[in-house]
């Protein structure tokens, strides 16, 4: 038992060196050497199954080991590859992100050129309107001008009332505010005390629109004027005509007031 404690056990092929001299000395006595061979050769049959167990054992671990690396080698690389799509996905989002501002600062610029350019067109394009009574298209400009010297006369400035309605007729003869113009432009001139004037704007606008709304009040600016002209004949006859064809009107009530007052002037 004391030198089979003191031989060393340093690999596989010692312990079989010890177990054998163990062996020698145990069986010795009720072993013959045929049982002690056979012992033998079944030890090393263990110990070899023990080595090759071990050798597989190994094996396995290496394999799992070279597996291993090389899982983490493959998830090393995915990573990377996956951090390069990251990196170009935040690219393209960038890009994106700035084409989306640059289409909405254009879209913004486009609708306020759309929007300058509709009003730029609606200032130009001819709108319809209605005065006494009558509808017609005019220009912005041509409606302005009737709008201003209209306000002026209103204001009881009959100078810058008459000269404008005369700018707007020169402008514009075939305006459809013609009418209303020349009515406005006699009595603006019959504001003025200028009757002879008066005469000729007022006229025209019976010759020009006979059935015009103004048309009674027209016919008793003229019979006014021809009164303050000392023409009472002629004034008798217009308030007359007034009188004859528009009985209803406040501008005939008004004319025959004028002609009791004619008659009983004589």
Known sequence: MHRFASVPR???VGWLAVALLACSTAWAGPFDDIEARRAIVELRKRVEQTDAANTRVLGELQKSREESAKFQGQALDFESQLSAVRAELAKVK???DAAMKELAEALKQQRTTAQTTDERLKKLEPLK???????????NDERREYESAFAAFRANDFAGAQQG???L??????SGYAPSAMFWQGNALFG??????ALVPLRAMLAAAP???RVPEAKLS????????????NAKKTLEDLIRKHPRTDAAAAARDRLRTLTAQK
Do not use: M, W
């Not at 309107?129 to 220009?139: C, L, P």
């Open 10 to 12: 340093t690999s596989t």
């Open 94 to 96: 960038a890009q994106n």
């Open 129 to 139: 309107v209605a005065v006494d009574g009558q509808e017609f298209v005019a220009e």
């Open 165 to 167: 309605f005369a700018d």
């Open 169 to 174: 007729l020169r402008r514009y003869p075939q």
């Open 192 to 197: 003025l005390q200028k009757c002879k004037e």
């Open 211 to 213: 059935s015009h709304a």
């Open 222 to 233: 003229i019979g006014n004027c021809e009164i303050d002209l000392n023409e009472t004949d």
